[in-house]
Structures are given as structure tokens and as C-alpha cells.
């Protein structure tokens, strides 16, 4: 028995295109269609929606990360919080103490 290969998935406007042409499918099908989906050990076909739905975010130049382009680091940003713990001391955020300058390395 032949071994089924996993497909070179569809992105940019080849993407899009594909997906218009199959608007009376469901999100499941459109995204098999488009080649985002593996074949298991036992040859099953698993649809990878979540890459499919950012190949096409990424396809439409959106960006929900804030970045225009991939450049840059990630990561948190910046904590400006005062808590009062139980304790009752209080617990200043990193950001306000890199600011007044008294940020404290252990």
C-alpha cells in the first residue's frame, strides 16, 4: 500500500483565491482543500486549522501582533502595578523602579 504524502499547504493570494472559489464548503473542508492537513502513521487526515486560519490572516496583511514586520523580540510589556501585600508591603512594579532608578539586582 502506498504512503499517502502530506501537502505543500496553499499561502498568499493562491491562498485566497482557493479559498473564494470554495465558499460552499465549510472552514474544515476549504482548509483540506488547501492542502492544511497531515496524514497520520495510520493514514488518517488531520485538518491543522489554526495554521490555515494564519496563513490566511497573514495572506490578508494582517498583523494582531502590533508588529508591521517579523522584526523585533516579543515578549511582555511593561508592568506599571503597586500592590499591597498581605503582609502590607507594598510591591512596586519593575517599570516604575527602572524609571526612578532604583531598580535592585539580586
Known amino acids: 500500500m502506498a ?23 465549510s ?4 482548509a483540506r ?3 492544511y ?3 497520520t502513521k495510520n493514514g488518517v487526515d488531520r485538518v491543522n486549522m489554526m495554521k490555515f486560519l494564519n496563513a490566511l490572516i497573514d495572506a490578508e496583511g494582517i498583523h494582531l501582533d502590533g508588529r508591521q514586520n517579523g522584526n523585533g523580540r516579543g515578549g511582555r510589556s511593561a508592568s506599571y502595578k503597586i500592590s499591597v501585600q ?21
Open 33 to 35: 482543500e488547501c492542502g
Open 3 to 25: 504512503k499517502k504524502k502530506n501537502p505543500e499547504p496553499l499561502c498568499g493570494a493562491d491562498l485566497i483565491k482557493k479559498v473564494k472559489e470554495l465558499d460552499h464548503l
Open 37 to 39: 492537513y497531515t496524514v
Open 86 to 106: 498581605s503582609n502590607h508591603n507594598l510591591l512596586i512594579g519593575s517599570a516604575y523602579t527602572k524609571q526612578m532608578g532604583c531598580a535592585v539586582r539580586f
Open 27 to 30: 472552514k474544515e473542508e476549504k
